[in-house]
């Protein structure tokens, strides 16, 4: 059974750090991409990177671009996201979902067949 559980959410005050983990179980990630997505309150989700450990490719969104770093541990079966810098607006509920393809400029998901995991929340205030 494919399963999907973040974890390292929390509230941090502007400029500051967190390391988000999603952890895998029912498959490795040789098998499959992992993307990371966020949504915020009244806002569409929005997919903010992706890393496919099988070639090593990695895709972030503008919005992230120089201050998030998506990382795997195969060994561990883990996939994380450092976020540096962070901002009010990256405050939003953080999904790991798995993915059918991760390139540098793009990603792809099935709306029928992605695994997401529950979600975890980020709140970025002073």
């Known amino acids: 059974q494919v399963q999907l559980v973040e974890s390292g959410g929390g509230s941090v005050q502007p400029g500051g750090s967190l390391r988000l983990s999603c952890a895998a179980s029912?498959?490795?990630?040789?098998?499959?991409?992992i993307g990371w997505f966020r949504q915020a309150p009244g806002k569409e989700r929005e997919g903010i990177s992706c890393i496919s450990s099988r070639d090593g490719s990695t895709y972030y969104a503008d919005s992230v671009k120089g201050r998030f770093t998506i990382s795997g541990d195969n060994a561990k079966n883990t996939v994380y996201l450092q976020m540096n810098s962070l901002k009010p607006e990256d405050t939003a509920v953080y999904y790991c979902?798995?993915?059918?393809?991760?390139?540098?400029?793009?990603?792809?998901?099935?709306?029928?067949?992605?695994?997401w995991g529950q979600g975890t929340q980020v709140t970025v205030s002073s």
């Open positions: 029912g498959f490795t990630l040789d098998d499959s991409p």
């Open positions: 979902a798995t993915l059918i393809l991760c390139y540098s400029d793009r990603y792809y998901y099935s709306s029928s067949s992605s695994s």
